[in-house]
């Protein structure tokens, strides 16, 4: 049987439909009785489908360079 510790390390590929069949359908029979992985299984699908449906914008590379620029430094800052 599958315990929760499981599915939160198979999540990504469960979500992506790449586990073998027999695992997927011991996963979805655990998430139809497990109060605590389907409310967290329904909420990362969803934000995963959100995600997947931003649309992407091409930023001009002087906006680009001034992010990093800003990265780098706050990253010196915190070592």
Same mark, same amino acid.
Request: aromatic fraction near 6%.
């Given at each position: ?15 992506? !439909?790449?586990?073998?069949h !027999? ?8 998430? !139809? #009785? ?6 967290? +299984? #329904?909420?990362?699908?969803?934000? *995963?489908?959100?995600?997947?449906? +931003?649309?992407? /914008?091409? *930023?001009?590379?002087?906006v #680009?360079?001034?992010?990093?620029? *800003? /990265? ?8």
């Open positions: 049987m599958v315990e929760c510790k499981e599915i939160l390390e198979l999540l990504s590929e469960l979500i992506d !439909g790449e586990l073998e !027999g695992l997927e359908a011991e996963i979805l029979e655990h998430l !139809g #009785h497990c109060e605590c992985c389907s409310p967290f +299984i #329904h909420t990362f699908k969803r934000t *995963v489908t959100l995600c997947r449906s +931003i649309e992407t /914008i091409d *930023v001009p590379e002087e #680009h360079e001034e992010f990093w620029q *800003v /990265i780098r430094v706050e990253i010196r800052k915190n070592r």
